[in-house]
């Protein structure tokens, strides 16, 4: 890899010709394969943008010209190139390189990603601010297929074609093939249609034809309807963009000389590149869902799935939904696009006329549920944490307010480990327990887990389990659909002094610290509606009550542990554990709640003080 070993900044692959940057992009995407293989990570995605990358960084002046990427799952190569390349055996790990773009860690980081469909808003507001401050710089917002099904990418495309500024969106799209032949016509127009000489002719011809209307419109019409019949613009024309494409987003060939005119035009452009996920690597373009996201693995035997020891909740939940589907029909199922990240592969097969997926739309599908609730239905909502921070106005105003029944089964509870704190489900229990009307259960392991599902499932208005990532403590299932009484904990053991109230997950830690201290411990299950009777017995019989939660502790479960008590009239001293009020970073997840005081012997060491020494063995 002598070629990439001599690229410490994009300045330094813009003095290469051709030749050399075919040559780059195909070590680059070895560099990226061997090294995720040794770290995990994004790869099927990775490996269908180099040649984009390469061409991206070879013909914009980076990092003054600015490249905004959607999601942020594409972009290794982008970090190779920009001065990262030595640390990228420290990607997604603890103190390491994020697994996403981030404005601290480069300059050529324009802006940070996670969640999908921002690119167009933040490249359209950054080509504005430099046209304010007169300033010549390009902005490139580099968006999915996929991110393009989300309303908020629309919304930025309407306002763009609205405005004069010098903004580049780039669509690329990797569900679709080229053939050779139909991909060297798209070439060719496409570079046709981005020169100066098209450009200027199309303008001149625009200014003579004024003065005739009817043949204004006749020209403009037949214009429209050449372009529309060998590309696919017609709606981003509409738009107010000057639409290009499709090309191959593998030839650099097409993409440099395509680039390098759209750099001189004035305007909102709109660029079209095919690309295919996984290229290069044989297995993953063969199954690029399978290589998204991957841990480490050996590049010449690929990844071999491997069944867990014991389910995860997300195949807990799973299981549940088809178990309840299948004994009652009114259950339909949605995601955001997240089938097999939120476990509902099997009921998908299972039940397709009860299946939905919409795309990248969280608003959508909240606003969607209500108005299959309206109608008898029983909507079941897949969703991560992170995710639903997306349709908080919707889950209040089309859901909650109306009292339906829609129920939320969110996945990626608390902190994420590797993906870091855009993806970390830090805020739920914050954000959801304000709302009226929302009952809130956290299971501590697999088998409530279950339970608190039928539990929400049966209850007449909108509510929401939410649960971590991974495996539990191996409580097995129960195989029934029994759910437990609403807003009623379980003590798990009796102690002495003080009483540690668990939120879901961080039950296990808890038990082992109450075990050793001789304390009780109460599985509160329900953050909404509370335990009211039990909080008033353990507060009648112990001296200290600590609340333990996976969520920041501002505004959650502790928090509305204070608040049940203080409009009890009871005054007991109260600690309150949980994360902090900073977004905490990516890396091992033990290592992350072990930063955060949530670890089994923080957890212990905070509690130990409030013991008398009677309470508790040496």
């Known amino acids: 890899m002598n070629l990439l070993d001599t690229i410490d900044s994009p300045a330094d692959l813009r003095s290469l010709d051709r030749v050399a940057l075919k040559n780059l992009s195909a070590e680059l995407r070895q560099f990226i394969l061997d090294s995720v293989s040794r770290t995990g990570g994004h790869l099927a995605s990775n490996l269908g943008v180099v040649e984009l990358t390469v061409a991206l960084h070879a013909v914009f002046d980076t990092p003054d010209d600015r490249i905004v990427w959607d999601v942020g799952h594409q972009t290794y190569a982008h970090k190779i190139l920009t001065g990262r390349r030595a640390r990228m055996d420290t ?11 981030k404005r601290e860690e480069s300059g050529y980081d324009a802006f940070i990603a996670g969640h999908s469909s921002t690119s167009i808003s933040a490249a359209l507001g ?42 580049l969106v780039i669509l690329n799209d990797n569900e679709m093939s080229i053939s050779p032949n139909v991909g060297a016509l798209n070439s060719y127009l496409t570079r046709l249609l981005s020169g100066r000489f098209y450009n200027n002719l199309r303008s001149r011809g625009e200014r003579l034809l004024a003065s005739l209307p009817p043949i204004h419109e006749l020209a403009r019409r037949a214009e429209e309807h050449l372009k529309g019949m060998v590309t696919p613009g ?21 993409l440099i000389p395509t680039l390098e005119n759209i750099r001189r035009l004035e305007g909102p452009q709109f660029l079209h590149v095919v690309t295919r996920k996984g290229k290069g690597y044989e297995q993953a373009e063969a199954n690029p869902c399978l290589y998204h996201g991957v841990g480490k693995f050996e590049v010449a035997d690929g990844i071999t799935p491997k069944s867990p020891s014991r389910p995860s909740y997300t195949e807990i939940f799973g299981q549940w939904l088809v178990d309840m589907a299948t004994a009652d029909e009114r259950l339909v199922a949605i995601t955001p696009a997240m089938c097999e990240g939120s476990g509902l592969t099997a009921y998908a097969e299972r039940f397709p006329d009860r299946y939905f997926d919409v795309g990248i739309a969280e608003q959508h599908a909240l606003t969607f549920a209500a108005g299959l609730a309206c109608e008898g239905r029983k909507p079941v909502v897949a969703i991560y944490s992170t995710f639903l921070q997306r349709a908080y106005d919707q ?18 509870a608390g902190l994420v480990g590797a993906d870091g704190p855009t993806h970390a489900g830090a805020f739920d229990l914050s954000y959801l327990r304000c709302i009226p009307n929302l009952m809130i259960a956290a299971p501590s392991d697999e088998d409530e887990c279950r339970r608190l599902l039928s539990t929400a499932y049966r209850h007449d208005g909108p509510s929401a389990v939410r649960y ?6 191996g409580a097995a299932p129960a195989a029934d659909l029994e759910p437990v009484p609403v807003g009623k904990a379980r003590v798990s053991r009796r102690g002495h002094g003080v009483a540690i109230l668990a939120f879901g997950s961080v039950m296990a830690a808890a038990r082992n610290v109450a075990d050793r201290l001789d304390l009780t411990l109460a599985d509160m299950r329900f953050v909404k509606p509370l335990d009211l009777d039990l909080l ?15 969520n920041v502790v501002m505004g959650g479960a502790g928090s509305a542990v204070a608040e049940a008590l203080a409009g009890l009239g009871v005054d007991l001293p109260i600690l309150h554990l949980g994360l902090p009020d900073r977004f905490v970073e990516h890396g091992d997840h033990g290592v992350l709640l072990d930063r955060c005081g949530l670890s089994e012997r923080h957890i212990e060491a905070a509690i130990r003080p409030l013991c008398s020494k009677t309470d508790y063995p040496e």
């Open 468 to 473: 971590p990532r991974g495996v539990g403590p």
């Open 536 to 550: 008033r017995e353990l507060a009648t019989r112990h001296e200290h009550l600590v609340t333990i939660e996976e």
């Open 395 to 412: 889950l209040i105003h089309d859901v909650a307010l109306q009292n339906l029944p829609v129920m939320l089964a969110i996945d990626r």
């Open 91 to 101: 990607l997604r790990q603890t103190d390491g390189l994020s697994g996403f773009p």
């Open 126 to 167: 950054m080509a504005v601010a430099a046209k304010l401050k007169g300033e010549t710089r390009r902005v490139v917002a580099v968006i999915g297929d996929g991110a393009m099904t989300a309303g908020m990418a629309f919304e930025a495309l309407n306002n763009a074609g609205a405005m004069d500024a010098n903004l």
């Open 234 to 254: 017609t709606l981003f024309e509409e738009f107010g963009f000057n639409y290009l494409g499709p090309i191959d987003g593998h030839d650099l060939d097409a």
